[in-house]
């Protein structure tokens, strides 16, 4: 089982279930020949503090081998403090880590608008935090959608039906090493 644990990116705002990244990732899976079930406990307006609170309920109410982590966004454009955000990360990729779950972490990025020490702060949390943890890390995964007009919804946040395969093209790559370590495939 692969747990989806994140905001409203991976909870597919604004559009049907079906057309968001981890309804695509599902369809990949049996694709490809793996086996995995996905499950999205993902919840759109998400922040670190509110999915360390519930994290540990969705790990034993799913047993998943793989979660992957998309949260921090909403701190960051709540301006929280880069210190809660990075401890928060790390606490939730270390309670996954040490009940034996492989975990990838996917970055995200503020705009150039919070200023360069915040902007670089923030990036910098994800990498820190997956590389403590020698966990999987996807540095940006909005990389090549945020700055593309027409793959975003009309808020300049959330990335359109267009943009969801591309959300999948960029976890994938660092997705798929660990489908074949811990590989259920046909």
């Known amino acids: 089982m692969i747990l989806v644990f994140g905001d409203s990116i991976s909870a597919g705002y604004g559009m049907a279930v079906d057309k968001g990244w981890v309804s695509l990732l599902s369809a990949r899976l049996k694709q490809e020949g793996y086996v995995f079930q996905v499950v999205n406990a993902s919840v759109s307006g998400e922040t670190t503090t509110g999915g360390l609170g519930r994290l540990e309920r969705a790990l034993k109410a799913h047993d998943p081998r793989i979660v992957i982590i998309e949260l921090g966004g909403n701190d960051g454009?709540?301006?929280?403090?880069?210190?809660?955000?990075?401890?928060?990360?790390?606490?939730?990729?270390?309670?996954?880590?040490?009940?034996?779950r492989a975990a990838l972490v996917l970055g995200m990025r503020m705009p150039p608008n919070y200023g360069e020490r915040y902007t670089t702060g923030f990036a910098a949390a994800y990498a820190a935090v997956a590389a403590r943890h020698r966990a999987a890390l996807v540095p940006f995964l909005m990389q090549g959608i945020a700055e593309t007009p027409a793959l975003m919804?009309?808020?300049?946040?959330?990335?359109?039906?267009?943009?969801?395969?591309?959300?999948?093209?960029?976890?994938w790559p660092r997705l798929q090493p660990m489908l074949r370590a811990g590989a259920l495939q046909k």
Do not use: C, F, M, Y
């Not at 709540?78 to 790390?90: E, K």
């Open 153 to 171: 919804q009309a808020d300049g946040l959330h990335p359109n039906e267009l943009g969801q395969p591309k959300l999948l093209d960029n976890v």
């Open 77 to 100: 454009l709540r301006g929280l403090p880069l210190a809660t955000t990075r401890s928060n990360l790390d606490a939730i990729v270390d309670l996954a880590s040490r009940q034996g």
